[in-house]
């Protein structure tokens, strides 16, 4: 299972970046995928979670309105839009798949599980700044 992550880069408050998770090795239709990102100094953050399974998606409070998630199965690549950035939203940006088999798990679950979602990709730094 692999995901690699890309898009990231430096932007001005009020920009807009778009990422994209490419990922092997599962399919959507087994996996829920969700964008996760950490600060230097902070926690794991989860902030978008998206499932084929149950068509269902989360977002946190900190990015609800601002980002969306969207899928290509085609290409096995899932996407964050991200729109008004702010400068707290510097961090570097990571995806992460998790089963969506076993019994705990929902959208919200998996978002909140943050850093202990695996596998997950190497991560690509957004900077937020004037």
């Known amino acids: 299972l692999q995901l690699v992550e890309s898009g990231g880069g430096l932007v001005q408050p009020g920009g807009s970046l778009r990422l994209a998770c490419a990922f092997s090795?599962?399919?959507?239709?087994?996996?829920?995928v969700g964008w996760f990102r950490q600060a230097p100094g902070k926690e794991h953050e989860g902030l978008s979670c998206?499932?084929?399974?149950?068509?269902?998606?989360y977002y946190a409070d900190s990015v609800k309105g601002r980002f969306t998630v969207s899928v290509d199965s085609a290409k096995n690549t899932v996407y964050l839009q991200m729109n008004n950035l702010k400068p707290e939203d510097t961090a570097v940006y990571y995806c992460?798949?998790?089963?969506?088999?076993?019994?705990?798990?929902?959208?919200?679950?998996?978002?909140?599980?943050?850093?202990?979602?695996?596998?997950r990709g190497q991560g690509t730094q957004v900077t937020v700044s004037s």
């Open positions: 992460a798949a998790e089963s969506t088999e076993p019994t705990w798990f929902t959208v919200q679950a998996m978002c909140i599980m943050a850093g202990a979602i695996r596998p």
């Open positions: 998206i499932s084929s399974t149950d068509s269902s998606t």
């Open positions: 090795g599962f399919t959507f239709n087994t996996h829920a």
